[in-house]
């Protein structure tokens, strides 16, 4: 009896470990970048800088404007978006852990306001 009993013990331990583990410190960042008439960006430069920390993470947007920034730390995060003959447009934001934050930004040419 007391070797079952040892068994369903390790077993209980080895589960609630597996919750765990399973538990982590990071997010991601994905989006679109598109013009005010919804075509796509190639090229546009993102950077995020984590405002706690400095640390900073840049990429660029593929031939459909998308981006992907995987394995960010959660925390508050500066992002900033640039393209060519478009307004350079910064926000700030936090990013979550278990989940993927979805970031679009709508850019407008140089001499037009962004809304």
Not at 6 to 31: E, N, T
Not at 66 to 93: H, M, W
Request: aromatic letters at 8%.
């Amino acid at each position: 009896m007391d070797y079952r009993f040892r068994k369903v013990c390790i077993f209980a331990f080895a589960c609630s470990s597996i919750g765990a583990m399973a538990q982590v410190d990071r997010s991601g960042l994905d989006g679109t970048v598109e013009d005010t008439s919804g075509k796509f960006l190639p090229g546009a430069s993102i950077t995020l800088v984590q405002t706690a920390t400095g640390l900073r993470r840049e990429t660029v947007t593929s031939t459909k404007g998308s981006y992907d920034i995987p394995e960010l730390p959660i925390g508050v995060y500066r992002i900033t978006f640039n393209a060519p003959c478009f307004q350079e447009k910064t926000v700030e934001g936090i990013l979550n852990a278990n989940r993927k934050d979805l970031c679009r930004w709508l850019a407008c040419h140089d001499d037009h306001a962004l809304p």
